[in-house]
Protein backbone atom coordinates (compact mmCIF):
# COMPACT_ATOMS: atom_id res chain seq x y z
CA UNK A 1 0.00 0.00 0.00
CA UNK A 2 1.50 3.13 -1.37
CA UNK A 3 -1.30 6.15 -0.02
CA UNK A 4 -0.11 8.94 1.83
CA UNK A 5 -2.44 7.46 4.67
CA UNK A 6 -1.50 3.67 4.50
CA UNK A 7 -1.21 2.17 7.65
CA UNK A 8 2.48 2.34 9.68
CA UNK A 9 3.54 -1.22 11.06
CA UNK A 10 6.90 0.02 12.79
CA UNK A 11 8.60 2.51 14.60
CA UNK A 12 12.26 3.47 14.14
CA UNK A 13 14.23 6.03 16.90
CA UNK A 14 16.89 8.24 16.85
CA UNK A 15 18.54 8.64 20.11
CA UNK A 16 20.25 11.69 20.80
CA UNK A 17 18.22 14.61 20.61
CA UNK A 18 14.88 12.45 19.79
CA UNK A 19 14.52 9.92 22.44
CA UNK A 20 16.62 12.52 24.79
CA UNK A 21 17.02 16.22 24.38
CA UNK A 22 20.83 15.87 25.00
CA UNK A 23 22.28 17.12 22.04
CA UNK A 24 23.30 20.79 23.56
CA UNK A 25 25.20 18.55 25.87
CA UNK A 26 26.89 16.68 23.14
CA UNK A 27 27.32 20.00 21.33
CA UNK A 28 29.36 21.65 23.97
CA UNK A 29 31.33 18.43 24.45
CA UNK A 30 32.60 18.83 20.91
CA UNK A 31 33.33 22.70 20.76
CA UNK A 32 35.35 21.70 24.33
CA UNK A 33 37.34 19.32 22.27
CA UNK A 34 37.63 21.33 19.09
CA UNK A 35 38.78 24.53 21.03
CA UNK A 36 41.41 22.21 22.51
CA UNK A 37 42.47 21.04 18.73
CA UNK A 38 42.84 24.53 17.87
CA UNK A 39 39.81 24.70 15.83
CA UNK A 40 38.12 28.01 16.41
CA UNK A 41 35.37 27.91 13.60
CA UNK A 42 33.49 24.91 15.02
CA UNK A 43 30.68 26.36 16.78
CA UNK A 44 27.29 23.83 18.45
CA UNK A 45 25.08 24.86 15.42
CA UNK A 46 27.76 23.95 12.88
CA UNK A 47 27.98 20.74 14.68
CA UNK A 48 24.88 20.03 15.01
CA UNK A 49 23.69 20.72 11.67
CA UNK A 50 26.75 19.31 9.92
CA UNK A 51 27.62 16.59 11.62
CA UNK A 52 25.09 15.03 13.98
CA UNK A 53 23.96 11.55 12.74
CA UNK A 54 27.60 10.75 11.65
CA UNK A 55 30.02 8.08 12.88
CA UNK A 56 33.06 9.73 15.07
CA UNK A 57 35.30 7.88 12.32
CA UNK A 58 34.12 9.94 9.83
CA UNK A 59 33.54 12.82 11.78
CA UNK A 60 37.62 13.31 12.91
CA UNK A 61 39.13 13.32 9.92
CA UNK A 62 36.62 16.12 8.36
CA UNK A 63 37.61 18.06 11.59
CA UNK A 64 41.16 18.05 11.65
CA UNK A 65 41.65 17.59 7.88
CA UNK A 66 43.84 14.52 7.55
CA UNK A 67 43.47 10.47 8.57
CA UNK A 68 43.78 9.50 12.14
CA UNK A 69 45.56 6.38 13.61
CA UNK A 70 42.64 3.93 15.10
CA UNK A 71 44.76 4.70 18.30
CA UNK A 72 43.77 8.42 18.04
CA UNK A 73 40.44 8.61 16.64
CA UNK A 74 39.97 6.53 20.16
CA UNK A 75 41.26 8.46 21.92
CA UNK A 76 39.80 11.99 20.77
CA UNK A 77 36.48 9.70 20.53
CA UNK A 78 36.66 8.60 24.18
CA UNK A 79 37.69 12.32 25.87
CA UNK A 80 34.84 13.70 24.23
CA UNK A 81 31.87 11.15 24.73
CA UNK A 82 33.25 10.78 28.32
CA UNK A 83 32.85 14.66 28.75
CA UNK A 84 29.35 14.49 27.36
CA UNK A 85 28.23 11.51 29.72
CA UNK A 86 29.98 13.14 32.94
CA UNK A 87 27.80 16.84 32.11
CA UNK A 88 24.68 14.95 30.99
CA UNK A 89 24.15 12.44 33.52
CA UNK A 90 22.81 14.44 35.93
CA UNK A 91 20.08 15.89 33.59
CA UNK A 92 19.09 11.96 32.15
CA UNK A 93 15.89 11.71 31.36
CA UNK A 94 13.59 10.92 28.46
CA UNK A 95 11.98 13.67 25.84
CA UNK A 96 8.64 15.29 26.95
CA UNK A 97 5.87 12.39 25.89
CA UNK A 98 8.57 9.85 24.91
CA UNK A 99 7.54 7.30 27.68
CA UNK A 100 3.69 7.33 27.19
CA UNK A 101 4.39 6.92 22.88
CA UNK A 102 6.72 3.93 23.46
CA UNK A 103 4.79 2.30 25.73
CA UNK A 104 1.33 2.94 23.32
CA UNK A 105 3.39 1.27 20.75
CA UNK A 106 4.73 -1.58 23.10
CA UNK A 107 0.55 -2.11 23.47
CA UNK A 108 -0.46 -2.01 20.18
CA UNK A 109 2.34 -4.74 19.46
CA UNK A 110 4.24 -2.30 16.71
CA UNK A 111 7.61 -3.55 17.00
CA UNK A 112 9.89 -0.46 17.41
CA UNK A 113 14.51 -0.13 16.86
CA UNK A 114 16.69 2.52 17.90
CA UNK A 115 18.54 3.64 15.38
CA UNK A 116 22.28 5.46 16.84
CA UNK A 117 25.35 6.63 15.39
CA UNK A 118 26.00 6.85 19.96
CA UNK A 119 28.67 4.51 20.44
CA UNK A 120 27.98 2.13 23.46
CA UNK A 121 28.90 3.67 26.46
CA UNK A 122 26.20 6.40 25.49
CA UNK A 123 23.95 4.03 24.40
CA UNK A 124 24.28 2.21 27.84
CA UNK A 125 23.84 5.97 29.89
CA UNK A 126 20.25 6.40 27.58
CA UNK A 127 18.58 2.85 27.10
CA UNK A 128 19.92 0.90 30.87
CA UNK A 129 19.94 4.26 32.74
CA UNK A 130 16.25 4.91 31.79
CA UNK A 131 14.79 1.58 31.32
CA UNK A 132 13.71 1.73 27.96
CA UNK A 133 16.38 -0.63 26.14
CA UNK A 134 13.48 -4.01 26.91
CA UNK A 135 11.04 -1.71 24.67
CA UNK A 136 12.97 -2.25 21.65
CA UNK A 137 13.13 -5.41 19.26
CA UNK A 138 16.27 -4.18 18.43
CA UNK A 139 18.96 -1.52 18.76
CA UNK A 140 21.41 -0.73 15.80
CA UNK A 141 24.88 0.88 15.63
CA UNK A 142 26.89 2.81 13.94
CA UNK A 143 29.48 -0.38 14.26
CA UNK A 144 27.05 -2.33 12.58
CA UNK A 145 26.46 -0.53 9.16
CA UNK A 146 29.38 0.57 6.92
CA UNK A 147 28.17 4.64 6.73
CA UNK A 148 26.74 6.81 8.97
CA UNK A 149 23.37 9.00 8.37
CA UNK A 150 22.91 10.80 6.45
CA UNK A 151 23.50 7.84 4.38
CA UNK A 152 20.27 5.22 4.36
CA UNK A 153 22.37 2.17 6.00
CA UNK A 154 21.48 2.18 9.51
CA UNK A 155 17.57 2.62 8.95
CA UNK A 156 17.51 -0.28 6.26
CA UNK A 157 19.27 -2.31 9.05
CA UNK A 158 16.76 -1.50 11.92
CA UNK A 159 14.03 -2.07 8.99
CA UNK A 160 15.53 -5.11 8.57
CA UNK A 161 15.76 -6.40 11.80
CA UNK A 162 12.65 -5.57 12.55
CA UNK A 163 11.36 -7.78 9.44
CA UNK A 164 9.33 -4.92 8.23
CA UNK A 165 9.87 -2.66 4.76
CA UNK A 166 11.31 0.08 5.25
CA UNK A 167 8.41 1.78 3.51
CA UNK A 168 6.14 0.63 6.34
CA UNK A 169 7.90 2.12 8.57
CA UNK A 170 7.95 5.44 10.40
CA UNK A 171 11.29 7.03 11.65
CA UNK A 172 12.07 9.43 14.24
CA UNK A 173 14.74 12.12 13.91
CA UNK A 174 16.24 15.37 15.05
CA UNK A 175 18.93 16.30 12.68
CA UNK A 176 19.23 17.12 8.86
CA UNK A 177 21.26 13.78 8.47
CA UNK A 178 19.04 11.92 10.13
CA UNK A 179 16.09 13.03 8.13
CA UNK A 180 17.98 12.75 5.28
CA UNK A 181 19.45 9.30 5.98
CA UNK A 182 15.59 7.70 6.99
CA UNK A 183 14.02 9.55 3.82
CA UNK A 184 16.67 7.96 1.41
CA UNK A 185 15.88 4.60 3.07
CA UNK A 186 12.19 5.27 2.07
CA UNK A 187 10.72 5.61 5.75
CA UNK A 188 7.77 8.32 6.55
CA UNK A 189 9.86 10.90 8.64
CA UNK A 190 8.94 12.91 11.72
CA UNK A 191 11.21 15.66 12.51
CA UNK A 192 11.23 16.61 16.32
CA UNK A 193 12.24 20.19 16.60
CA UNK A 194 14.58 19.74 19.98
CA UNK A 195 18.04 20.90 17.93
CA UNK A 196 16.64 22.01 14.05
CA UNK A 197 13.62 24.40 13.52
CA UNK A 198 10.38 22.42 11.50
CA UNK A 199 11.17 24.65 8.34
CA UNK A 200 14.77 22.98 8.38
CA UNK A 201 13.95 19.58 8.97
CA UNK A 202 10.94 19.70 6.32
CA UNK A 203 13.55 21.13 3.69
CA UNK A 204 15.62 18.77 4.49
CA UNK A 205 12.62 16.14 3.88
CA UNK A 206 10.73 15.34 6.85
CA UNK A 207 7.24 14.40 6.21
CA UNK A 208 6.11 15.34 9.60
CA UNK A 209 7.10 17.64 12.55
CA UNK A 210 6.69 17.95 16.19
CA UNK A 211 7.94 19.72 19.18
CA UNK A 212 7.95 16.75 21.42
CA UNK A 213 5.56 13.08 21.83
CA UNK A 214 2.66 14.64 23.07
CA UNK A 215 2.07 17.07 19.95
CA UNK A 216 2.77 14.24 17.18
CA UNK A 217 0.37 15.02 14.51
CA UNK A 218 -3.04 13.56 14.52
CA UNK A 219 -2.79 12.18 11.12
CA UNK A 220 0.50 10.08 11.99
CA UNK A 221 -1.16 8.76 14.81
CA UNK A 222 -4.17 7.52 12.57
CA UNK A 223 -1.43 5.54 10.35
CA UNK A 224 -0.43 4.20 13.58
CA UNK A 225 -3.44 3.04 15.42
CA UNK A 226 -6.50 3.43 14.18
CA UNK A 227 -6.48 -0.24 13.13
CA UNK A 228 -5.53 -1.40 16.53
CA UNK A 229 -6.70 -1.64 20.20
Known amino acids: MTSAAAPLRAAVFDMDGTLVDNMDFHNRAWVTLARKLGLEDLTAERFQNEFAGKKNEEIF ?25 AIY ?27 TAAPQGNRELVLDGLSVR ?4 C ?18 AAAQAL ?3 P ?9 INGVLSARAAGMVTVGITTTT ?7 AGAHYTAADFDTLPPELLARLFSARP
Do not use: N, W
Not at 61 to 85: C, I, M, N, T, W
Not at 134 to 137: D, H, I, S, Y
Not at 139 to 156: M, N, S, T, W, Y
Not at 167 to 175: G, H, P, R, S
Open 134 to 137: PLFA
Open 89 to 115: RPYLALHRGAEGFLHRLRDARLPMAVA
Open 197 to 203: TAELLKK
Open 61 to 85: PELLGRALSVAELDALADEKESHYR
Open 163 to 165: KVP
Open 167 to 175: EACVAFEDA
Open 139 to 156: VVGAEQVKRGKPAPDIFL
